[in-house]
C-alpha cells in the first residue's frame, strides 16, 4: 500500500520560501506523476503542480513563476518549494500520486499525504 | 483554465436519502472528470473517476454520470459515513481544477 508523508516547517514568514518533502513508502517514485495540492482553511483545493518520474514539471500558471517541484529519487522523495510568500498562502498542503486509470487514460489523484499545515506569519 | 462549478454549495439529509451533487465544467472535459470525498481533517479520497467509473474499495451506493459538460454524483442511499464535502475535479487538461465542493450534513 503506497503511503505518502509531508514533513517541513509549520511556520514561515512573508516574503521568505515555503519547503515541503513530501515522502514515498510502500512503492517506488519510478513511472508516476507526483503532485502538490493546497487547501487554504475552510476553502477548496487548489492544483500547484507535478513532477515525473524522469523530472519533467507542469505548474498551475497561477503560481508557476514562485514554485520549483523537485524530485529526490534514491530518497523515494519529492519536494515543494514556493517562493515569496505572503498570508494567502497559508494553507494544508498536500502531496498526492497521479494515478492513471482506464487502461492509463484518465488521471487521478489516487493516493494522498495527510496534509500539513503551513502557517505564513510574522 | 476550466472552470468547475458545483451545485448545490451543501445540502442537509438524513440517514437513507438519495442524494444527487451536480459539477459543470466551463468547456468540454470529455469523460476527464473524478469525484473525491473528504472530511474534516483528512485528505479527500477517489470515488469516481472518468465520470461513472468506480473506485476499487468504494462502496456501490456511488455513482457516476455525464451529461454533455454536466456530470452528476449521486449516493443512492446515505449512510452515516457519507457526511462530508465532495469535490469534482477536471484531469482534461491543465491546469487541472477542482470543484468548490458541496458539503453533506445531517439534517
Known amino acids: 500500500q503506497v503511503q505518502l508523508q509531508e514533513s517541513g516547517p509549520g511556520l514561515v514568514k512573508p516574503s521568505e520560501t515555503l519547503s515541503l518533502t513530501c515522502t514515498v513508502s510502500?512503492?517506488?517514485?519510478?513511472?508516476?506523476?507526483w503532485s502538490w495540492i493546497r487547501q487554504p482553511p475552510g476553502k477548496g483545493l487548489e492544483w500547484i503542480g507535478y513532477?515525473?518520474?524522469?523530472?519533467?514539471?507542469n505548474y498551475n500558471p497561477s503560481l508557476k513563476s514562485r514554485v520549483t517541484i523537485s524530485l529526490d529519487t534514491p530518497k523515494n522523495q519529492f519536494s515543494l518549494n514556493l517562493s515569496s510568500v505572503t498570508a494567502a498562502d497559508t494553507a494544508v498542503y498536500f502531496c498526492?500520486?497521479?494515478?492513471?486509470?482506464?487502461?492509463?487514460?484518465?488521471?487521478?489523484?489516487?493516493?494522498w499525504g495527510q496534509g500539513a499545515l503551513v502557517t505564513v506569519s510574522s | 483554465d476550466i472552470q468547475m462549478t458545483q451545485s448545490p454549495s451543501s445540502l442537509s439529509a438524513s440517514v437513507g436519502d438519495r442524494v444527487t451533487i451536480t459539477c459543470r465544467a466551463s468547456?468540454?472535459?470529455?469523460?476527464?472528470l473524478n469525484w473525491y470525498q473528504q472530511k474534516p481533517g483528512r485528505a479527500p479520497n477517489l470515488l469516481i473517476y472518468?465520470?461513472?467509473r468506480l473506485q476499487s474499495g468504494v462502496p456501490s451506493r456511488f455513482s457516476g454520470s455525464a451529461s454533455g459538460t454536466d456530470f452528476t454524483l449521486t449516493i443512492a442511499s446515505l449512510q452515516p459515513e457519507d457526511f462530508a464535502t465532495y469535490y469534482c475535479?477536471?484531469?482534461?487538461?491543465?491546469?487541472?481544477?477542482f470543484g468548490p465542493g458541496t458539503k453533506v450534513d445531517n439534517k
Open positions: 498526492a500520486r497521479v494515478g492513471y486509470y482506464g487502461s492509463g487514460t484518465y488521471p487521478t489523484f489516487d493516493y
Open positions: 510502500g512503492g517506488f517514485i519510478r513511472n508516476y506523476y
Open positions: 513532477i515525473y518520474y524522469s523530472g519533467v514539471t
Open positions: 468547456q468540454s472535459i470529455a469523460s476527464y
Open positions: 472518468a465520470a461513472s
Open positions: 475535479q477536471q484531469s482534461y487538461s491543465i491546469p487541472f481544477t
